[in-house]
């Protein structure tokens, strides 16, 4: 399959509904807490064995991306998304079998295994297009994309919970959410494998720049420079800062204030769930749009340098004030979202387009290993502080500690970011003729 090539007056502007059609779908993975408590009844399953197939899903992400990056950028955005499709789809109809069956392996293989796998593919596929639509916007085109996955759990969360009210909790109802789900989201993927088109030149947008000019490195090259390894602690560092808060911030919260007037009640740490999910997908927009303003470099100075003093002020004040502390987490969690989208733009200005998406790829390595990093201090901390005799805020001050250490290691990180060496650069004849060969039009 031939990357699809715009016809001429093709609107740029549909690119980002494609890409955030498969966004939007996969982003269903941060709501699969909606299925714990019923898999655990219907299936006779603990916590951990309930969250396996999420945690194989975010591993096989990193996995796919990484492994899959430099086909994805041969193959184009149709083929990608095609992938994603079939692999997200077919693994939630896999799980739909294993709820019926009660076969839980089923459920791991489906949803954790051929989903993750979709999750990777999908996550990567627009970017290079995006960024080579976009080049004097990369920060706001991949802001749009990926916050559809940020925000997919708004629309999952509730749509899950409404079915499986509607369907039951036992195994068959679970199995037919899971069902109804994989057949939606197909159909909805399928606008993005449609819609998605390659730009027919180097330089779409008359008066700005071509994503191509400049600093060009490939794949290969870039993953052996201090530069990704730079990004990479950026990265990593930033999202186990987030994600901290993130994966335990119902609990969190309701500890805070327990020993205060002003307990939390679960009702309300639930309402606190949904704030940080809204920052989350608001801080992809926004402040990825904001570094196309002021720079990528200094974008995440903000996000590591004012991460860490929000995440001091929780540690000082935080159970003294509750605004403050919902202030700060809102902060954070938009610093968390922000950094995924950010990033894509940042390899653009040091790498280049040429391999950006099979770069990116390779990068969110660091998200598998935060999205263990984060909620391993925090619950382990929280876990001993308890065992301790400790309570309230004292459960969690340890775990602020270390995460203000990491936001100051991915600062000095960021600090440490150069252009890269021209040793690195692919030189112009041989870029032009691999893009013009990966362009030839396809046919309808």
Known sequence: MSPPVAPPGWSRWLVPPAALSVHLSIGQAYAWSVFKPPLESALNLDGTESALPFQFAIVMLGLSAAFGGTLVERKGPRWAMTVALVCFSSGLLLSALGAETKQFWLIVLGYGVVGGVGLGIGYISP?????????????????IAIMGFGGGALIASPWSAQMLSSFGTDNSGIALAFLVLGLSYAVFMSLGVLLVRVPRTEKPVQDAPSALEGVQVSAASAVRTPQFWCLWLVLCMNVTAGI????????????????????VSASAAAGFVALLSAANMAGRIGWSSTSDLIGRKNIYRVYLGVGAVMYALI???????????????????????GGFATIPAYLKDLFGA???????????????????????????IADHQKDAGKTGSSLYTLSFVIMIGLLVVGFVANELVRPVDPRHHIPA??????VGARQQPESA
């Open 429 to 434: 004849p041989r870029r032009a003729a691999d």
């Open 127 to 143: 970017v290079s297009t995006l960024i080579k639509w976009f080049p004097d916007r990369p920060g706001m085109a991949t802001g």
């Open 315 to 337: 540690a000082l004040f935080g159970d003294s004030s509750k605004p403050l502390f919902v202030l700060c987490a809102l902060v954070i969690l938009s610093f968390y979202g």
């Open 354 to 380: 040429y391999q950006v998406g099979a770069i990116h790829g390779r990068l969110l390595t660091a998200w598998s290993t935060a999205g263990v990093l984060g909620p391993l201090i925090v619950n382990w």
């Open 244 to 263: 901290g808060i993130l994966e335990k911030a119902a609990p969190m919260i309701t500890d805070f204030f327990a020993n205060s007037s002003a307990a």
